[in-house]
């Protein structure tokens, strides 16, 4: 049962519009949620996570808004940029127990120029 | 700047073959935990460590072993590589003893089992 889900595999934007990549989760004892950028042959790297007690948290070009009552995270990046071009992970994590990190499918996103 | 490196960027192995994934973390991180990563199922947790010698099975343990000696290195055991193993693995680790905490990856070996 795939507890968090990115329902878009891929996504295409024009340089210099906003890019936003979604994430849902079925978990409501999930309390903490970050993003992570993969370029091919590398491993994922952080970006930006947000803890449950907020809506939203902003790292420069990179904000990424939680909905609880709708289970709902987004990733916003604005302006797009070409190096933005990569696959991205959302992943959850429970407020107890392991730090384990549950992870949706990825969003593949290509930035056109 | 944590770093995290794996053995190997690419291997090739044939069926039936015991297969080791070394992973090294330089700061002194007490969690690591091993992936892999197949196209539209993201990363699946295999194992995971809280401390030396200590190991925890994640969502997709059957087929693999772990080990952990020292702190600082993770290693993932093949026993019997199968062909279903072919995938691009990759490690991570993470502070420990805290909450709600960031996980850092290294850059992953593919490996294929022919």
């Known amino acids: 049962d795939q507890q968090v889900k990115q329902n878009s595999p891929s996504l295409s934007v024009q340089e210099g519009r906003i890019s936003i990549l979604n994430c849902d989760y079925t978990?409501?004892?999930?309390?903490?949620f970050l993003w992570y950028k993969k370029y091919p042959a590398e491993g994922p790297t952080f970006l930006i996570s947000i803890s449950s007690i907020k809506d939203k948290n902003e790292d420069g070009r990179f904000t990424v808004f939680l909905n609880k009552s709708a289970k709902h995270l987004s990733l916003h990046i604005v302006p797009s940029q070409p190096g933005d071009s990569a696959v991205y992970f959302c992943?959850?994590?429970?407020?107890?127990?392991?730090?384990?990190?549950?992870f949706g499918q990825g969003t593949r996103l290509t930035i056109n120029p | 700047d944590v770093k995290v490196t794996q053995s190997s960027r690419y291997l090739v192995k044939r069926t039936g073959e015991k297969v080791f994934l070394e992973c090294v973390q330089d700061m002194d991180h007490e969690n690591m935990f091993w992936y892999r990563q197949d196209p539209g199922l993201g990363l699946r947790l295999i194992y995971f460590?809280?401390?030396?010698?200590?190991?925890e099975k994640g969502d997709i343990p059957e087929g693999y072993s772990v080990s952990r000696e020292k702190k600082e290195r993770f290693s993932l055991i093949l026993e019997s590589a199968s062909t279903n193993q072919t995938s691009m693995y990759l490690c991570?680790?993470?502070?420990?003893?805290?909450?709600?905490?960031?996980?850092?990856f290294g850059p992953g070996t593919r490996l294929l089992v022919l």
């Open positions: 978990n409501s004892m999930f309390d903490y």
């Open positions: 991570a680790s993470s502070l420990g003893g805290g909450y709600q905490e960031t996980q850092y």
């Open positions: 460590s809280y401390d030396v010698k200590m190991k």
């Open positions: 992943a959850a994590s429970l407020i107890q127990g392991a730090q384990k990190l549950v």
